[in-house]
């Protein structure tokens, strides 16, 4: 029966570039920028790196389908390299393959490392105006906040929430994510707003606003994995270490039955339960100390915190709107950096740059944003559309 990787894969080193308008580097410069950090942190050289995973969605332009321009831009020198695509998980999937070849004992150290440089490719996550982009040969007839706007309606109708309230809840997502990433040196947007902003900001996809949906960026961030007993040989102590990773992909149920009410995301909920199973995790309410979710819309943010099973069914509106996730006096703080509202999404990069400030929390490193002794981090991603995608959960924890 399998046991899963709880506790045995310790992270010895973090990194991440600044996400932004990157016109000025290429890719290779910010996994590089990325890679250096983590290098730093953990405290070894590079030729201690036995194998690499390098995760990059929709940059065909700036880096193409291999694994090799990774291998050259962060010298790694004849080991094995792989390149990986997920969606919106990418990064987490990266890391889930460091740390499960560290698990099952194919490597002593390990290196994961997601980027994108979505800038330079002219992608904009709305529907095309012209011939040739992402979206009119993958998603000719839709888009993402299309997509996310229908998962609010669903979830408005499921539980008899009014559109107004709805409304003034997803804003207020908004509206602390904003001011979290004022503290975060290394975001995209470092700009607070207010209610009245962001209620009163053009309509992007009803009842989605402009200031409800997270921009297009360039970043990386990547991290080194290794065991307890060599990180504990390296001089780490207080070491993180993972509690669990689980993916779930959607096998087209969502879109091809009636099971699914399109009130709430069932790869959430499926990964999520795997994930506390693996980890131990009975009441993520009392037990989560933060977490880092997929806020590609602000609707989504706060399903999400239903489908992690932090707030009961159809009281997240509430939960938000009396400040649980907030990062000062919140039960749960949720975004503490800002999340992608604030950091833009550059999909390879996004998991491990959650990861990243998990990681430095649990470390005590967050700087103005540090919350006060947190012990257990979860991350979330989700990818492709509400009824049809894959969602990833993390656990990482002190050791």
């Known amino acids: 029966m399998a046991t899963g990787i709880k506790d045995k894969v310790a992270i010895i080193g973090m ?19 990325a890679f250096n950090e983590a290098l730093q942190d953990a405290g070894i050289e590079r030729r201690q790196i036995d194998a690499a995973w390098f995760g990059s969605c929709l940059d065909q332009i700036n880096i193409g389908n291999s694994a090799i321009p ?6 790694l020198d004849g080991i094995p390299v792989s390149r990986l695509e997920n969606m919106c998980a990418t990064g987490t999937e990266a890391l889930r393959g460091a740390a499960y070849a560290v698990a099952s004992g194919a490597a002593d150290i390990a290196l994961a490392i997601g980027a994108e440089k979505l800038k330079d490719t002219g992608y904009g996550g709305l529907p095309p105006t012209y011939k040739g982009t992402f979206n009119d040969l993958w998603m000719p007839l839709g888009s993402a906040p299309a997509g996310f706007a229908q998962l609010a ?3 408005r109708t499921r539980y008899g929430i009014s559109k107004a309230e709805l409304k003034r809840a997803i804003a207020r997502v908004s509206w602390k994510s904003h001011q979290n990433g004022v503290l975060s040196p290394k975001a995209h947007l470092r700009k607070a707003v207010s ?10 996809a009803d009842p989605l606003g402009l200031f409800d949906c997270c921009g297009v960026s360039d970043g990386a961030a990547c991290a080194i994995v290794t065991t307890p007993d060599i990180a504990r040989a390296l001089g780490r102590k207080d070491m993180v270490t993972i509690k669990a990773i689980q993916l779930s992909v959607s096998s087209g149920i ?39 979710v997929h806020d590609c ?3 989504t943010e706060l399903v999400t915190m239903e489908d992690l099973y932090i707030s009961e069914p159809g009281t997240a509106v509430h939960d938000v709107l009396d400040g649980f ?6 039960g749960v703080p949720c975004q503490v950096d800002g999340g992608l509202k ?15 400030e998990i990681y430095n929390q649990l470390q005590g490193r967050a700087g103005e944003r540090q919350l006060s002794n947190p012990s257990l981090g979860l991350t979330h991603n989700l990818g492709g559309v509400p009824y049809q995608g894959v969602a990833a959960v993390s656990l990482l924890g002190l050791h």
């Not at 399109?262 to 980890?279: F, K, L, M």
């Not at 996730?325 to 919140?330: K, L, M």
Request: aromatic share 8%; net charge negative.
């Open 15 to 33: 990194g991440c570039s600044r996400f932004g308008e990157r016109f000025d580097v290429g890719t290779h410069e910010l996994m590089a920028e």
């Open 70 to 75: 990774a291998s050259l831009a962060l010298r």
């Open 153 to 155: 309606d669903g979830y």
């Open 195 to 204: 209610m009245e902003q962001i209620l009163g900001a053009p309509m992007i």
């Open 254 to 292: 969502e879109s091809s039955t009636n099971t699914w009410d399109g009130s709430h995301v069932r790869n959430t909920r499926t990964a999520a339960s795997r994930a506390y199973a693996e980890a131990g995790v009975s009441n993520p309410r009392k037990q989560v100390s933060l977490m880092e």
């Open 297 to 299: 819309f602000s609707i």
């Open 325 to 330: 996730y907030d990062r000062e006096g919140g």
């Open 342 to 356: 604030c950091f833009g999404h550059p999909i390879g990069a996004s998991g491990l740059r959650m990861a990243y």
